[in-house]
Nanobody
Framework: QAQLVESGGGLVQAGGSLRLSCAAS????????MGWYRQAPGKQRELVAR???????IYADSVKGRFTISRDNAKSTVYLQMNSLKPEDTAVYFC????????????WGQGTQVTVSS
């Protein structure tokens, strides 16, 4: 069984930056796809970014050029650097781990709130 623990959410003004962290326990980090999803009130959870064990990344169109996902394998931690934040980025952000990116993630973090004020 693995655990994902997020940190780094908060309140920021539009145009500001935040960095989210997700620490993974267990043996999943070296082999799983790690990702960040978000869910805004009344909306479905959506993929924000994902990174493979070798460092290849994908991003949602809405965050390309503003967000950067990275991982530190030595610390079993994945990060989401969010710059030029917009009010529409307001959501609960969830860390995820999946063995197969076609399928629903195997593990989820508890979520961290990000609020961007205008």
């Amino acid at each position: 069984q693995a655990q994902l623990v997020e940190s780094g959410g908060g309140l920021v003004q539009a145009g500001g930056s935040l960095r989210l962290s997700c620490a993974a326990s267990g043996s999943i980090f070296s082999t799983y796809f790690m990702g960040w999803y978000r869910q805004a009130p009344g909306k479905q959870r959506e993929l924000v970014a994902r990174i493979t064990s070798s460092g290849s990344t994908i991003y949602a169109d809405s965050v390309k050029g503003r967000f950067t996902i990275s991982r530190d394998n030595a610390k079993s931690t994945v990060y989401l650097q969010m710059n030029s934040l917009k009010p529409e980025d307001t959501a609960v952000y969830f860390c995820s781990a999946t063995i197969n990116p076609v399928l629903r993630p195997n593990y989820w973090g508890q979520g961290t709130q990000v609020t961007v004020s205008s």
